[in-house]
């Protein structure tokens, strides 16, 4: 009983020494602040291009196009395959294709929870690319930005990249293993990466559905 009591007393001493540094360092203000203007932007650009793009293209063609290519199944794989690798297809393709099902709700959490491993790997793909000279080289050539925050910010910035757009997570997690940032901190942080494929997945699927249920309303 003793040994527990210490062992949750160093847990407790250490998260609250993590916290000090956290407000010395700024982190909470460098959270709130891009939160605050990630927020903005996006409602700024992202969903009235959704509501413009709801206007001028046929959503239902495009998923029988896809459907008729591609099974659910390989949706997903493509899907996984693009968010262990650079992030190659916009995430939000997905969370509209996600809106065409019953539930959709299952749809996102599998989404999200297929982002997160996706990160994982990104991350092992770092820690990789660390161990070879010319190719670590490059990749700090290119991923400066991504490197340089996560770097100073630490969690702070794979919370922030997990949560909102313009910073794609598998480069971020990229980064993050060229700079062997400890994968157990980047399991912990990143899931808040689910959390952003329910939120904005639903954001979508009130967007598309809106009409249906003010007529429904009317």
């Known amino acids: 009983m003793i040994i527990k009591s210490s062992g949750f007393r160093d847990l407790w ?3 609250a020494s993590h916290h000090l540094d956290n407000k010395r360092r700024g982190v909470y203000g460098y959270m709130w602040w891009t939160s605050l203007k990630i927020v903005v932007l996006y409602f700024i650009i992202v969903i009235p291009l959704v509501l413009i793009g709801k206007r001028l293209l046929d959503f239902d063609s495009i998923f029988s196009y896809i459907t008729q290519n591609l099974s659910d199944r390989g949706v997903l794989l493509t899907f996984f395959i693009s968010e262990s690798f650079l992030g190659m297809i916009p995430p939000d393709i997905f969370m509209i294709w996600a809106t065409k099902f019953d ?26 690319f660390s161990k070879r000279p010319v190719i670590k080289a490059y990749t700090e050539q290119k991923l400066k930005r991504y490197i340089l925050l996560t770097r100073k910010w630490g969690g702070a910035f794979i919370v922030i990249a997990s949560l909102f757009p313009f910073s794609p997570l598998s480069m971020v997690c990229i980064a993050a293993g060229v700079l062997k940032y400890p994968l ?35």
Do not use: D
């Open 13 to 15: 001493n250490k998260a």
């Open 103 to 128: 539930s959709p709700v299952l749809i996102l959490t599998l989404l999200g929870v297929l982002s997160y491993f996706g990160g994982a790997i990104s991350c092992k793909l770092g820690y990789w």
């Open 184 to 218: 157990r901190l980047y399991l912990f942080f990143g899931l808040t990466r689910i959390i952003r494929f329910l939120f904005q997945g639903m954001l979508y699927s009130g967007l598309f559905h809106m009409e249906n249920i003010l007529t429904k309303l009317s």
